[in-house]
């Protein structure tokens, strides 16, 4: 069963607005979090992360929100630029129980100009 | 410095043919991860090292699949008698320090099997 969930599959912004890309989860024991980045014929690229200790995390245009309540995260991205055109991927980890990312189906997003 | 790299980048195999697939971590990284993902889908955990040692293999999903990386950095994941349901992009990713749980991933190997 799918313990991360990513229920949009593609979003289309234009260029200059706010991306948010969305991801729930159902495992209560995730305790940490990370956005990966990917372009076609290449492995994903780490983003951002967040522990559950913390509900924010900002890293230049990339923020992640977490809502340990709700178990619901997302990935703002401002200002969206054309090269940010990418699937995101949003990933979990128990670190209690090892170190394997249980990762989301992706979100395609597209910039537009 | 130099990346995840795996090779080959692309493989073709006969249904019931060996393949063995490999990847070297960054340098210094202890612990390497293998990942199948199928089309559409995210990434799923094959199997994990720290050093030599195979730590968790709960992943793999059948005795044809074996994984190893006998001297704590280059591994290989070898499936044997390949099925035309292997055929997937199989992701290798390293990690530093045990602290940090940012993976590293190579570019891949697209593995179809005809």
């Known amino acids: 069963d799918q313990q991360v969930k990513q229920n949009s599959p593609s979003l289309s912004v234009q260029e200059g607005r706010i991306s948010i890309l969305n991801c729930d989860y159902t495992?209560?024991?995730?305790?940490?979090f990370l956005w990966y980045k990917k372009y076609p014929a290449e492995g994903p690229t780490f983003l951002i992360s967040?522990?559950?200790?913390?509900d924010k995390n900002e890293d230049g245009r990339f923020t992640v929100f977490l809502n340990k309540s709700a178990k619901h995260l997302s990935l703002h991205i401002v200002p969206s630029q054309p090269g940010d055109s990418a699937v995101y991927f949003c990933a979990a980890l128990n670190s209690n129980s090892g170190y394997a990312l249980n990762f989301g189906k992706g979100t395609s997003l597209l910039v537009t100009p | 410095g130099a990346g995840v790299s795996q090779s080959p980048r692309y493989k073709v195999a006969k249904r019931g043919q060996d393949v063995a697939l490999r990847c070297d971590p960054i340098?210094?990284?202890?612990?390497l991860f293998w990942y199948q993902q199928a089309l559409g889908q995210g990434p799923e955990f094959l199997t994990y090292f720290q050093n030599e040692a195979q730590l968790d293999k709960s992943g793999l999903p059948s005795d044809r699949f074996f994984a190893e990386r006998p001297e704590g950095s280059v591994s290989t994941l070898k499936i044997q008698r390949t099925q035309q349901e292997d055929s997937a992009v199989y992701l290798c990713?390293?990690?530093?320090?045990?602290?940090?749980?940012?993976?590293?991933f190579g570019p891949g190997t697209r593995l179809t099997v005809t």
């Open positions: 967040i522990s559950s200790i913390k």
């Open positions: 340098s210094g990284h202890v612990s």
């Open positions: 990713a390293s990690s530093g320090a045990r602290i940090t749980y940012e993976q590293y």
């Open positions: 495992n209560s024991m995730f305790d940490y």
